[in-house]
């Protein structure tokens, strides 16, 4: 019998999450320093955007052009940008991938190079998956557009796109080279993208931070869309991305080999009603509903005091969140139906491999994890929710009819 051979290695990955506004501004060097922080020679770029941002931008593409004449020297545009349809849409279909890839291949990107992507979550998941799938790896720089990822999924280590009817079911761990997070974005943003980043910042707090939380709880009337308290979502955001950040690689499973996944709190059924509902609510919005469930199942089961889940359901609906779907609702008596929302659980599990694990609530700011649940105390909670969206609801319409 041979002596086996044993390999082993570490790799030290480091990124900057950047603050600025108004980043295509000639006199913001933000990208810039970016892009020729470690290159001795120049570098080529190719730039893919969203196209929402870009029609809610429309003089975009002339103030990339002209923030990079002064650079020539150091930086190479590579080829027109690629303009991808926003939301799940880029994650849905191959074509968009496959464009970035063809884009590598005829404009000779090299893994010295760089994909920069603008543009929501979605789109930025999918250009991030096309770079690290693209030789191998090419770098990436990632700009996000709206509250969700520039406070939770752009900055964090993971690309993806759908597949074979599952969220995020094909995929890379490959961390940006940098994110750098423009403010100024967020100003076209419309009601339901300016709330739904929101649940994410929710979710951390719960999890992590109870001051952080009680911001959010006490500034929930001036974050709402109606008011959209700038400075307020400023620092829900950097506190946000920083809890995030610190969680990659203080919880000791960055590329998330355990069954684990604390971030993912409320997830399991968020990602099967994006799924039943043909996404046609927002991922933020799912993320609301699924803390929502998991936090009255916390309850029923004698973790969470009413007095905090009260609080917790408050906050949601000051921001204006709607806490129940009727997708909710879907398949209740048959867990095994693709459309029911209890095959969230199994599909959960299947994603993270090994036995089930669950987070749920013990206080706000104390959690703990469990692998078994119970169908009928979660339909009781589902029961809730539904209760309190129809009393949510009577009480507006009687006052809009006042």
């Not at 700038?230 to 506190?239: C, D, E, N, V």
């Not at 590329?255 to 409320?266: I, W």
């Not at 916390?298 to 609906?317: P, Y």
């Not at 987070?359 to 009781?380: F, M, N, P």
Request: charged share 20%; proline share 4%; aromatic share 8%.
């Amino acid at each position: 019998m041979m002596k086996p051979i044993q390999q082993r290695f570490s790799i030290s990955y480091a990124y900057d999450v950047l603050f600025t506004e108004h980043l295509f501004s000639v006199t913001n060097n933000t990208l810039v320093d970016a892009l020729t922080r470690n290159a001795d020679t120049p570098v080529d770029v190719f730039f893919v955007i969203d196209d929402g941002v870009h029609q809610h931008h429309p003089t975009l593409l002339a103030d990339i052009d002209a923030y990079f004449a002064p650079h020539e020297s150091l930086i190479n545009r590579a080829g027109d940008p690629c303009i991808i349809p926003g939301g799940e849409d880029a994650k849905n279909d191959a074509a968009h991938t496959e464009a970035i890839q063809q884009a590598v291949y005829e404009h000779k990107i090299c893994r010295h190079s760089f994909i920069v992507a603008i543009g929501g979550g979605a789109v930025l998941d999918m250009a991030g998956y096309a770079a690290a799938t693209s030789h191998r790896g090419v770098r990436h720089i990632r700009i996000p557009t709206t509250v969700l990822s520039q406070n939770d999924s752009g900055v964090g280590v993971k690309n993806s796109v759908n597949a074979f009817g599952s969220k995020n079911f094909l995929g890379t761990f490959a961390p940006p080279d940098a994110v750098i997070n423009d403010f100024n974005f967020l100003h076209t943003l419309d009601d339901r993208d300016w709330r739904a980043g929101i649940s994410e910042a929710i979710k951390v707090a719960l999890i992590k931070d109870p001051a952080f939380f009680t911001f959010i709880h006490e500034n929930a009337a001036s974050l709402a869309p109606d008011v959209r308290d700038m400075p307020a979502m400023q620092h829900l955001i950097h506190r946000c991305a920083a809890l995030h950040v610190s969680h990659i690689s203080a919880y000791g499973d960055p590329f998330e080999r355990g069954s684990s996944r604390p971030l993912d709190f409320g997830h399991w059924a968020a990602h099967k009603l994006e799924s039943i509902t043909n996404f046609a609510i927002r991922h933020g919005e799912a993320v609301a509903i699924g803390i929502a469930l998991d936090c009255c199942y916390a309850h029923l089961v004698g973790k969470l005091s009413e007095a905090s889940l009260t609080l917790i359901l408050q906050t949601f609906e000051t921001l204006g969140f709607a806490l129940y779907v009727p997708a909710l609702s879907s398949h209740l008596d048959d867990p095994t139906h693709p459309q029911s929302l209890f095959r969230g659980l199994s599909e959960f599990r299947e994603h993270l491999g090994g036995e089930l694990t669950v987070l749920l609530l013990d206080a706000i700011g104390k959690s703990t994890e469990v692998h078994e649940v119970d169908y009928d105390i979660y339909r009781k909670a589902v029961a809730m929710l539904k209760s309190r969206e129809t009393a949510r609801n009577s009480l507006k319409v009687a006052a809009a009819t006042k």
